[in-house]
């Protein structure tokens, strides 16, 4: 990959894995899936999973005429489209029920499982990209080793 520029789409993902990251920084005895657990209900995790993230970005585009302002390049309309078809799935995929995340036997509800797979793979995802670009200082979670 010649490219360090990393994918829109992988946006979302690059917010995720740094807030999951600073959770474990700062409680050096959480695994990843603890990390991960305590990220869910978080503030950042509610205002991606309710599509605000998304929503507030896509107003920071719009005011700036869909031109990236690090690379001064304008957004193509398709990345545009991907953008807010990642925006309902991940709104679906995240949603929020926070009194019922686990059972009387703490075990995970199906739907808290999705959640947490979810986030798991956007991990997963960016650390990959962060090793195909040659980026590795940028992998702190170590989720696909």
Known sequence: MQSKDMPYVLFVAEKIYFEISKIKKSNPDFSNIDAIDAFIGSKSYVKI??????????NELKKNK???QKTNKRIPEETI?????????????????????YTKSHYPLEI???AFNNLWRM??????????????DLIFLNIID
């Open 49 to 58: 999973s309710s599509g605000n993230f998304h929503n507030e970005w896509f």
């Open 66 to 68: 869909f031109i990236d």
């Open 81 to 101: 489209k991907l953008l807010k078809i990642q925006k309902d799935v991940i709104v679906k995929q995240l949603i929020q029920f926070p009194d019922l995340y």
């Open 112 to 114: 808290s499982q999705q």
């Open 123 to 136: 991990c997963e995802s960016y650390e990959l990209w962060c090793k195909e670009s040659k980026q590795n």
